[in-house]
Nanobody, 120 residues
Framework: EVQLVESGGGLVQPGGSLSVSCAAS????????MSWVRQAPGKGLEWVSR????????SYADSVKGRFTISRDNAKNMLYLQIDTLKPEDTAVYYC?????????????RGRGTQVTVSS
């Protein structure tokens, strides 16, 4: 059974930093590209970042470029998102998602998410 479990969310002041993690199990993690997506209150899902299966290729939404860093540890089956210079508009539930084979932004599994709140 595929499982994706996010952790590390919390309340952070604007300008602060946070790291969220995703523990993957039930599949060959190193064989799949992975993404982070987020959902702000009252809005739809927004793609945030993608990392290739091997970790050598990353991409980011314009809204987070330069502030977010995606990474993975295939030996530990872990996906990470380092979030710096947080803004109130980054407030959202952050989900890790497995990218469907053969696609770039279609997901076949998503975790339950972790809440990130940016507020003073």
């Amino acid at each position: 059974e595929v499982q994706l479990v996010e952790s590390g969310g919390g309340l952070v002041q604007p300008g602060g930093s946070l790291s969220v993690s995703c523990a993957a199990s039930g599949f060959t993690f190193s064989g799949y590209a992975m993404s982070w997506v987020r959902q702000a209150p009252g809005k739809g899902l927004e793609w945030v970042s993608r990392i290739s299966a091997g970790g050598g290729d990353t991409s980011y939404a314009d809204s987070v470029k330069g502030r977010f860093t995606i990474s993975r540890d295939n030996a530990k089956n872990m996906l990470y998102l380092q979030i710096d210079t947080l803004k109130p508009e980054d407030t959202a539930v952050y989900y890790c998602a497995r990218v469907k084979v053969g696609s770039s932004r279609t997901y076949d599994y998503r975790g339950r998410g972790t809440q990130v709140t940016v507020s003073s």
